[in-house]
């Protein structure tokens, strides 16, 4: 057996041809014991040919979301939980917090006569309204009262609470980007002594003053949108209109993106939403980008075929395409998606791709 030759410091060399790989996983060792490890063996798992994401395609049926979280209404009131929300987890993270590597997504309910305390986070979120009607978030000193397929803004650190003076639980999906800010380890909370806030402008005042073509004079362009309040009863109108004028885009069907009026930008600097209404018999071309998506669909059937996986969806069904996945969707029935992602964070860097 070959002799390994010794350094100047005494370890083991590799003696010719001989003795290679020993020499090399008893220097990796060592160099382990520094806190350090050889790039080498780990170059194509840093950069990949293609983006490589754990999380994997996954739909969750409304019937059984809506019956699992009304049980735990029983369980807990919304201000013990101060959020009683169900997280949507990504079955490929095993168990993280996560639907996306970026993105939060949970399904939270609040009873009839219950409130959710005020908080704020430098997380930004937003809500799609699944179901129920009359709840409202407070934010940014406007009562925002919900409805299903509102679409709702609750920016970075800006004062929140629910409440719901209905007599029917609401639910809705809130999408966070809470695992993006925890990345940069940049995550601050605070709670607040009294539970409500005081509001000071009427529901619908800032739909109303930012989102009708014409803005308060002196509006400053900010990274967020100053709407609360993107209705279903306002922007559905526009996708309809759309598909009727022919625009159907081959992939995504008649979609606008919800847009920061100020800037014609996204609503938030970390994530964007789109609506879409798919016609009757859509059969879309195959898509795919960088941005992971959350879907929910607002009305409709049908379904979204993701590396081959079908995702069958109806009203009030949440779905989740990971970053780089090609998917089409098909629609049954005409039909209305709501999508978001952390498109926006990715263009911000630089780095957002997609292929048509
Ligand atoms: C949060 O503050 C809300 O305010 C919902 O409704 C979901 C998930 C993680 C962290 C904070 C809310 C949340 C959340």
Redo the contacts with the bound molecule.
Sequence with gaps: MAVAAANKTGNAQPDGKHNVDAVREAYYARIAKHSMSPLWKVMDELVPHQPATRCTPAVWHFDEVKSLVLEAGGLISAEEA??R?L?LQNPGLGGE?RVTNTL?A?I?MIMPGEI?PA?R?V?S?I?FVLDGEGAY?AVEGEKAFMAPGDFVI?AGWAP???GNPSTKPMLWL?V?D?PAVNFFETSF?EDFDSPTQTTTRQDGDSLSFYGSGVLPDGTPALKRTPIINYTYARTRPIVERMMKAGDVDERHGARVIYANPVTGGPVLPTMGAYLAMLPKGFGGKPYRSTDGVVFACAEGRGTTTVDGKELKWGPHDVFVVPSWKSYFHTAAEQSVLFSISDRPAQEALGIWREDR
């Design positions: 101060k959020r929300v997280i917090y939060f949970g939270q959710a908080h986070h997380s979120a809500r978030t609750t929140h609470d629910h809130d966070l809470a909370g």
